[in-house]
């Protein structure tokens, strides 16, 4: 089926986003297009897979902070038990850090939080045309990685930087930055104990961090700058 000529009310989507009030927004732009239509919401992965399971959706946007995991496993899941369902990361997580790693894990798109409301509709419709969807700079900074002789800021990232670390470090990571002890990041990420403690010791001797308490400033430190960088980033185009 060709969804990018669907009829009206055919392009059914699933949203899953921890937030109920970020979903009730996404549902209003999105179901103000004729054409698109939410058949349902979620709030936790394990939900998710079974909406997907019992709904399939044509496309699920989905956020990559959950109530029982890391969006970015559910993609790579989803991806895998249901190949034809399209998949669209929408979060407050750093693009340049993260719009990668949905590819990767086999998302075809990528919208910041910041600028929902603005684009997700052209990232929905550019997905079910069957092509990629990410903000025009890093689609710009991704072509220059591609070049010979690249000189772009990710070729030239020090040793210590947070892109090294692997999909869960990072998870682990941000989860110590917004305050998680280690135990309720092991509830919420399905890991024991141990496993954790394993990442943190990793996660450090990525970033080269002596302990643990500066490895929580750190992960505290670049929480905020995502977070800042993002609504910079927001004012600036607000601006021109």
């Given amino acids: 089926m060709d969804l990018s000529s669907a009829t009206p009310a055919s392009v059914r989507i699933l949203l899953v986003d921890d937030h109920p009030l970020v979903r009730k927004g996404l549902a209003s732009v999105i179901s103000s297009q004729a054409d698109l239509q939410v058949i349902g919401e979620a709030g936790a992965a394990t939900e998710a897979m079974r909406l997907i399971e019992a709904q399939r959706p044509d496309l699920v946007v989905i956020d990559l902070t959950l109530e029982d995991g890391h969006g970015l496993d559910l993609i790579r ?30 998302g075809q798109g990528y ?3 910041a600028r929902a409301a603005e684009e997700i ?9 069957g092509r990629t969807y990410l903000s025009p700079e890093l689609a710009e900074q991704m072509g220059r990685k591609t070049r010979p002789g690249s000189s772009s800021p990710e070729a030239k990232q020090l040793p210590s930087s947070v892109g090294q670390l692997s999909n869960r470090e990072l998870a682990v990571f941000e989860m110590i930055g917004q305050g998680w002890t280690t135990r309720q990041i092991a509830d919420r990420l399905s890991l024991s104990h141990k496993t ?14 002596e302990n643990g308490p500066a490895l929580v400033k750190r992960a505290v430190e670049w929480i905020v ?16």
């Fill in 77 to 106: 899941q989803s991806r895998q038990s249901f190949p034809d369902v399209r998949l669209l990361a929408v979060s407050m997580h750093d693009e340049a850090l993260f719009a990668e790693r949905v590819l990767q894990s086999g």
């Fill in 111 to 113: 919208v910041h939080k």
């Fill in 121 to 129: 509709i052209t990232a929905i419709r550019q997905i079910l045309a």
């Fill in 196 to 209: 954790v403690e394993t990442h943190r010791e990793r996660i450090k001797r990525k970033l080269h961090l």
């Fill in 225 to 240: 700058q995502s977070r800042t960088g993002a609504e910079a980033n927001r004012t600036a185009e607000n601006v021109t």
